[in-house]
Nanobody
């Protein structure tokens, strides 16, 4: 069982930055895949970025060059640094951990980009 708790969301102006955190209840060093997903009102949940245990990362085209995913295994925390935010980045952001055969989700944190 893995519990995930996101934090760091909020209201930010276009062009601003936010850093999301996802605290895990167990050592994340060995978790094969962790990632950030988001869901905007009326839309399906979509992938934002993932990181595998070896450190390789993958990003949605819409966030490449603006968002950076990372993890600190000593703190059991996954991060998402979001820069140059746009109104279309507004969504609830969720942390996900794949621990085969199960998948775990956090409760989400709201990010609103608006002037």
């Amino acid at each position: 069982q893995v519990q995930l708790v996101e934090s760091g969301g909020g209201l930010v102006q276009p062009g601003g930055s936010l850093r999301l955190s996802c605290a895990a209840s167990k050592n994340i060093f060995s978790i094969y895949v962790m990632g950030w997903y988001r869901q905007a009102p009326g839309k399906q949940r979509e992938l934002v970025a993932t990181i595998i245990s070896g450190g390789s990362t993958n990003y949605a085209d819409s966030v490449k060059g603006r968002f950076t995913i990372g993890k600190d295994s000593t703190k059991n925390t996954l991060y998402l640094q979001m820069n140059s935010l746009k109104p279309e980045d507004t969504a609830v952001y969720y942390c996900k951990a794949d621990v085969p055969p199960r998948t775990y989700w956090g409760q989400g944190t709201q990010v609103t980009v608006s002037s």
